[in-house]
């Protein structure tokens, strides 16, 4: 089961996240985290669960029209941000795959850079849409997720970067500079690269990648 998740933060616009939504599938549990509900009412979304200490959503009576047992609220001082908890309640309900939407450019740089770390765990999320990125992350330890092919637009921009703390290898097709025989050390990572026709595939040999391409 895929798991969405809405978050705080610059979303896609709605027309992308409705788009975003069809190509998902049926088998979608969707879960708003704090003001993440902001975006997902904008998108005319009715999420399945809504999380977080709820200080942040800006209309706080779209809380009413949800059942009660379907809002699970937390204190301020926790030990986990609001997305945390989403991406938590996401596996405690059996979703094998999940997607954050949200989380761009106004967030706050700790917030932004938390999200970031969801994807270096063990369970990790496997696309995350701000408003000005669609981010993907595929390890070749993960059956099913080793893999990514896309039909970008042409000449689309494409970013790559190791995580994790393993040795990694990774190749490519349909990019302007591939990454076979690439040797990754920490810290290292790609940018600017080019999907040429904008068909391209990166699979993950060795370790875990994240791939970042511009809406």
């Given at each position: 089961m895929l798991g969405i998740i809405f978050t705080g933060g610059a979303a896609p616009d709605t027309k992308i996240i409705k788009r975003i939504l069809e190509n998902a599938g049926k088998d979608t549990l969707i879960v708003a985290a704090d003001s993440g509900l902001d975006a997902a009412v904008r998108a005319g979304v009715k999420p399945d669960w809504i999380i977080g200490d709820m200080d942040s959503i800006e209309e706080k009576a779209f809380l009413d029209t949800f059942a009660q047992d379907r809002v699970i609220r937390h204190q301020h001082d926790k030990d986990y941000t609001d997305t945390e908890l989403a991406f938590l309640l996401t596996q405690e309900k059996g979703c094998d795959r999940?997607?954050?939407?949200?989380?761009?450019?106004?967030?706050?740089?700790?917030?932004?850079?938390?999200?970031?770390?969801?994807?270096?765990?063990?369970?990790?999320?496997?696309?995350?849409?701000?408003?000005?990125?669609?981010?993907?992350?595929?390890?070749?330890?993960?059956?099913?997720?080793?893999?990514?092919?896309?039909?970008?637009?042409?000449?689309?921009?494409?970013?790559?970067?190791?995580?994790?703390?393993?040795?990694?290898?990774?190749?490519?097709?349909?990019?302007?500079?591939?990454?076979?025989?690439?040797?990754?050390?920490?810290?290292?990572?790609?940018?600017?690269?080019?999907?040429?026709?904008?068909?391209?595939?990166?699979?993950?040999?060795?370790?875990?990648?994240?791939?970042?391409?511009?809406?």
């Open positions: 999940v997607w954050i939407i949200g989380g761009g450019g106004s967030t706050r740089v700790d917030h932004l850079f938390g999200i970031r770390c969801l994807f270096e765990r063990e369970v990790f999320p496997h696309r995350w849409i701000t408003e000005s990125a669609d981010i993907y992350c595929i390890d070749a330890d993960c059956k099913g997720n080793s893999q990514l092919s896309l039909n970008a637009e042409k000449e689309a921009s494409v970013a790559v970067f190791p995580l994790g703390d393993k040795i990694w290898k990774a190749k490519s097709k349909g990019l302007k500079w591939s990454l076979d025989d690439l040797t990754w050390n920490r810290g290292f990572f790609g940018l600017s690269n080019v999907a040429l026709d904008g068909d391209f595939s990166i699979t993950a040999i060795n370790g875990r990648f994240m791939v970042i391409l511009q809406l």
